[in-house]
Structures are given as C-alpha cells and as structure tokens.
Nanobody, 125 residues
Framework: EVQLVESGGGLVQAGGSLRLSCAASGFTFDDYAIGWFRQAPGKEREGVSC????????YYSDSVKGRVTISSDSAKNTVYLQMSSLKPEDTAVYYCAADETCAVLFRPLRFPEVWGQGTLVTVSS
C-alpha cells in the first residue's frame, strides 16, 4: 500500500536538464518529508535534496545547489526534482524516500520508512 515510484531518468548530455518525479501513495502526503538520494557505483549513498511537505522548507546538498529545484504538488502526491546544468558526476541511480522530516531522513545510517526502486540518470560528456 505504501509506495513511492520514481520516473524521469534517462541519458542527457552535459549541460542538459531533466525532471525527476516521485509519486507517492498509501500514506498522508503532507505529514511526511520526501527527499532524493543518489548512488553511483563504488560511492556512498548521497542525500541530494528534500522537502518538508508540512511547511515547504527545502534542503539541497552543496554538490547540486544552484542547479536543482525540488517542489511538491500535494494534489498529485508527487515531488519533483528539476535538474539543470547536469555534469557527468551527476550520473547515478536516483531514489526518492519518505520520512518524518528532512532532518530525520538524512541522518547518517537512517533507513527511510519508505523508498522507491530508483531511476537511472546518465550524463554524458
């Protein structure tokens, strides 16, 4: 019943843009924070961005700040990650996940209450 489904990944050239979507179901959307992680082969999972649906506050990692915008559409129970000026180092599998707040979601070693299957973003040089 509780489910997150990512979409929007694909192959883009460096400098290009794409928008990832995270569709949520099975829980009260506005009670949760929804964030994006990414993981590249041989690298640790990295928290990318997050939005607290309770108040709209957001978080961005330094690696993507200025190139990424996270937004939430409560009517559609969907969170979007708009990415621009993409770099080859952005290549990774991107996952969305939900937890109580962004602060809780991105705590080290925290296992999110629910997360999706991931969508692959490949940025070519």
């Amino acid at each position: 019943e509780v489910q997150l489904v990512e979409s929007g990944g694909g192959l883009v050239q460096a400098g290009g843009s794409l928008r990832l979507s995270c569709a949520a179901s099975g829980f009260t959307f506005d009670d949760y924070a929804i964030g994006w992680f990414r993981q590249a082969p041989g690298k640790e999972r990295e928290g990318v961005s997050c939005i607290n649906n309770s108040d709209g506050s957001t978080y961005y990692s330094d690696s993507v700040k200025g190139r990424v915008t996270i937004s939430s559409d409560s009517a559609k129970n969907t969170v979007y990650l708009q990415m621009s000026s993409l770099k080859p180092e952005d290549t990774a599998v991107y996952y969305c996940a939900a937890d109580e707040t962004c602060a809780v979601l991105f705590r080290p070693l925290r296992f999110p209450e629910v997360w999706g299957q991931g969508t692959l973003v490949t940025v070519s040089s």
